[in-house]
Structures are given as structure tokens and as C-alpha cells.
């Protein structure tokens, strides 16, 4: 092989080296953690609305920000399902009864693919598929987050809300005072938490 051969592989091979060094350095991925977590359970009933709060979770992402451009390789979140309150201990007990929480302690989101789109002012809005897992029973479903970044601490705000039936997942929805009282079969996760690497 002649010499300048030889000179032109190796240049092309350093502007390539430069290059995705480049774009590794420029989608550098971190491990976003929960640091503050709000999750409200809310649904009907014969009686009235009801609702469910925690405030427990774990929330662990691998994200890229490069510009105005954010990537997710990996999302997952769960929270105890018995750190969900409604301030009213028969309720409470005939939910985690339903939800049936000495086997399947967890209520879990694993995302399996998603798209992030910028919205302007430093907003995202993410649209994925993962599996959702209540009671045991996983499902693959949708999901849409608005993500709020602030460069400051280069923390992320994640809020949306989630709508599904309880008998979906295999959960009969609770009763109380001897049937007197049937809560309905749509309920709705909403969730806001705050993540930072």
C-alpha cells in the first residue's frame, strides 16, 4: 500500500474519532433519579368522588440533553401500592384488599419506546409505551408526560396523568358497608415528580 494511502486512512480515521467523540460528548447521557414525588388516585363511587394520595416512589431514567433535543434510553418508576392514603382507614384497607398488596406490593411503569418533541420554553412533551403493572397484571399502554426542564440544576419536572379501568388489571373495584357502597371502574393516576442526575 503507498504511503499516501496509508496518510489518508489514517486522517479520515482521526476525523471520524473527533467526530463521534463529538456527538457522544454532545448527547452525553446521565441517571435521573426522583427527588421529590406527588402521586393522587382519584375515582367515583355510589356516594361520592374519591380520591388517594402518596407521595412515596422511585423514579430512574437515563436521559440525553443536547440543545433543545432530550432522549430517553431507559425509564422506569414504581411506588408502593399501601403508601396510597385517602384519610379514611376503611377505604384505605378494602383498596390494598382489591389491589391485593401482600402479593404484588408495587404499582409499576417500565417504558418500552418513546418520542420527546420540544414545545418551546425549555418544555417537552413525551409520548411513549411501556408496561404498566397493577395488582400483579402488566398491560402495555400509552403514556404522555410534559416534561419542564430547568438548565439551573438541570432538573427535570415530569407531570401528567394516566386513565384506566381498575378490572383492566384484574382488580374488582372495592366495596364498602357491605356492598352499600360500590366505587366505579375508571380511576386515574396523576402524577408530578421532580428528577435530577
Known sequence: MK??????IAICSLVLA?????????????????????VLLTGTSSLHDWEMKSDKGQFDATIAVAKDKVIFSGLSFNFPAESLKSGHGAMDKNTYKALDTKKNPNISFVLTSGNVTNTGSNTYLLKGMGKLTISGNTILTDLVVTLKYNPADKSFTCSGTKKFKMTQYGVKP?????GAIKTGDDVAITYNLTIKS
Do not use: E, I, R
Open 174 to 178: 372495592p366495596t364498602v358497608m357491605m
Open 3 to 8: 504511503k499516501s494511502k496509508v496518510n489518508m
Open 18 to 38: 473527533f467526530f463521534f467523540s463529538g456527538l457522544t460528548n454532545s448527547f452525553a447521557q446521565a441517571t435521573y433519579h426522583a427527588q421529590k414525588v406527588d
